[in-house]
């Protein structure tokens, strides 16, 4: 089980989350610019709908899903089968998530985004949660688990430029052909759905579940999983870090085209500048994957956070006005922020052996479960946070801003996230798993 990976199962097991992170990148960089200045919502209205579908069914699907697949043994394995099944439908909510009528208004615009939302969160859950649980499964080795997650974040990485990059260039190109605004979104989200259908079924056909006596199905009741996954202290700490972070990072991600359009006046280069910052995360995965192997991945992954920090701070200071400084604000945020993209996901596969120890029994599909609605919930608090930010300092889509409103795009976009970011250091230096103790433990769990 220790042994190392073949480069192609590393490969084939990191094309599905270029189609998933394409629609997280869209999400986080464009859902609530696309709901206030293409289809005239209210960014309060919209921000608040979101979260309202994130504290109610999505609080019990992602969990609910990661046990199902935990307690499943077919022919196929206990991931795949879900991922095979989810693909059609998760592609096809993600061209509906774009192709809301413009002016709605009040109720029916709450209960448009409501219900899309809702749609596409649940058929990218049915692929997600499955996905993320089978990293545990193929490797237990403390590097060579970073080692596989590292190859699947060259492929997170690729999605996130291409959402981040082409979501407004895909658009902009139907325009230019006669499209209506409305209408070129929707063909930019039937493309980006028919991506992530492939992406899903090349890893599901390409990636092979080895039958293993550890990786029989869990017997332990649900309500007793969850109570041990709170005991869990590595993966309470982990919770909370992850919490601060996530909606931090969110923030930042959901105002950065209002701040780049409306602070810096640069609307024809967002797609370069988010270019720079991600081909910058992914030219750094493997410097940050060779930091591991020296320092722990807590403590580099709070290195990798105060790096970025220190750009985004930079950011707040940017004069009214076109600059090529935010270039330079891009790449450093960009080289720090790529230890993300390494550390949380190698970082959960750890804490599942801490329960192993405990309880006897694997439970990646229930923590890959919590930590999917945690990331979809921080997610959601982020951009409803945006867009009562934007309502509270009177931001009106399409003309231009008041200072007041200019004030509170910076100050949301900078200040806030980098003083969470610091708060969450400390939990992230002190994190309790270290390679020293992960390689005791883990003697023994296979005992």
Known sequence: MLAKLPLKTKVAYGIADLGISLLTASIQFFLLFYYTDILGIDPGLAGTALLVGKLTWDAINDPLFGFITDRTKSRWGRRKPYMLFGAVPFGLTIWLLFSLPPGMTGATAFLAILGSFLLVDTTQTLVSVPYYALSAELTRDYDERTSLISIRMIFTVVGYIMGAALTTLIAGIFMNMGWSKTAAYSGMGAIFGFVAIVTALVTTFGVKETPNPDLEPAKMPAFSQLKHIFKNRPFVQYMIMSTIISISFTLLTALLPYFLTYQLQMTDQIPLVMMVMLVTIAIFLVPWRLASKKLNKGPAYALGLGIASVAILGAFFLPQGPTPLIYVVAFVAGMGFSAQYVFPWSMIPDVIEVDQAQTGERHEGVYFGVNN?????????????????????????????????LFGIRFFFAIVPVIAFMVALPLLIWYPITRQNHEQMTGKVTK
């Open 373 to 405: 609605f945690l990331g979809k919930l921080t997610g959601a608090i982020g951009i409803a946070a945006s867009g009562w930010a934007l309502s509270l300092y009177g931001y009106v889509p399409n003309v231009a801003q008041t200072e007041h409103a």
